[in-house]
């Protein structure tokens, strides 16, 4: 068991709320755990794939400018989930 940094309550260790006070577990802000940095970054790369696929389709119809388009669209998105999947190494704390 874990004890809450501001009323010392116990508390159970994969729990995100303090029963007692209310702060919420973060890692750059309260209620935005690293779990949800990892969902977040699996639906942008989602995302990504998506754009890629419809380049890849536009390449296949022989729009081959649609498709460079469609891939540095895709190449953008992508990178955005890479910083948020970065995001989701940060230390958790304990905010209220």
């Known amino acids: 068991m874990a004890q809450c940094p501001h009323c010392m ?3 159970h260790d ?3 709320v303090c029963p007692s006070c209310g702060a919420k577990k973060g890692v750059y802000g309260p209620g935005w755990t690293a779990d949800d940095y990892v969902g977040r ?8 794939g ?8 536009f390449l ?6 649609i498709f ?7 190449l953008f998105v992508g990178s955005l989930a890479i ?10 704390k304990w905010y209220r």
């Not at 998506?50 to 389709?57: K, R």
């Open 41 to 48: 970054a699996k639906v942008i790369a989602a995302l990504a």
């Open 9 to 11: 309550t116990d508390i």
């Open 83 to 92: 910083v948020t999947l970065v995001m989701s190494g940060g230390k958790e």
């Open 14 to 16: 994969e729990a995100s």
């Open 50 to 57: 998506f754009f890629l696929l419809i380049g890849v389709g």
């Open 68 to 74: 460079i388009l469609m891939a540095v669209v895709a």
């Open 60 to 65: 296949i119809a022989g729009q081959g400018g």
